[in-house]
């Protein structure tokens, strides 16, 4: 069965921080990696995905993650948090043989103070 | 280009009670499937709709069951309501397998 862990419950940074989330999987085979980012008040949108290639995937609104299969990770980084990135962000997984089910982690909530 | 619908927005039951979530998917998707979110925890897979059939299923009870219509709408029906099935349903569309794309909810509090 595939699992999620992800480290941080809850995030506050200042603005022009850098920020890193952790997420780490567990699943023996191939993957689909997600970050799904849910802001106040919205519904979960997808932030960027790794299907396979380039391990660094580059997101909307200046974020990123790498994947680093043999640490089973799939790490959430941005440069410099904006106010506007207060939000909560989930990592999920699903199997290459079995995508249409996902599993994710319990999501980190970020607060951006001005 | 509506994305994905759902509806109601909050539903209110008690312990017991039956209740039916309805989900339209973004115009071009023919795959829907349904998650449950519990407060503090991340969405949790209930099992997902193909061309009308269940073709996958997450670890949740016989009580929860759905339908998808011909048109790719679905429902998710939920039996014998407890007080634990309070969450965020959630419903997600895709064009088969890939990328998800998810609908507001329906926030479901059960008395």
């Known amino acids: 069965a595939q699992s999620v862990s992800q480290h941080n419950h809850h995030v506050i940074l200042s603005e022009a921080a850098s920020l890193e989330l952790g997420c780490n999987y567990s699943?023996?085979?191939?993957?689909?990696l997600f970050w799904y980012v849910q802001y106040p008040g919205q519904h979960l949108q997808l932030l960027l995905k790794?299907?396979?290639?380039?391990?660094l995937v580059k997101g909307i609104k200046g974020f990123e993650a790498e994947f680093i299969k043999s640490k089973f990770s799939f790490n959430l980084r941005k440069p410099s948090v904006q106010w506007s990135d207060t939000a909560e962000y989930f990592c999920?997984?699903?199997?290459?043989?079995?995508?249409?089910?996902?599993?994710f982690g319990d999501g980190t909530t970020l607060t951006v103070k001005p | 280009d509506a994305g994905v619908t759902q509806s109601p927005t909050h539903l209110i039951k008690t312990r017991g009670q039956q209740v039916t979530l309805r989900c339209s998917p973004k115009?071009?998707?023919?795959?829907v499937s349904w998650y449950q979110q519990a407060l503090g925890q991340g969405p949790q897979f209930i099992f997902q709709?193909?061309?009308?059939?269940?073709?996958q299923r997450g670890n949740f009870p016989d009580r929860f069951s759905g339908h998808q219509f011909p048109n790719y709408s679905s429902e998710l029906n939920v039996n014998a309501l407890l007080l634990g099935d309070s969450a965020l349903y959630l419903c997600?569309?895709?064009?088969?397998?890939?990328?998800?794309?998810f609908g507001p909810g329906t926030r479901l509090t059960v008395l």
């Open positions: 999920a997984v699903n199997a290459n043989t079995n995508a249409g089910k996902s599993t």
């Open positions: 997600a569309s895709s064009l088969g397998a890939g990328e998800q794309f």
């Open positions: 790794y299907f396979s290639g380039d391990p």
């Open positions: 699943y023996g085979g191939t993957v689909n």
């Open positions: 115009s071009g998707h023919d795959t």
């Open positions: 709709y193909y061309e009308e059939e269940e073709r």
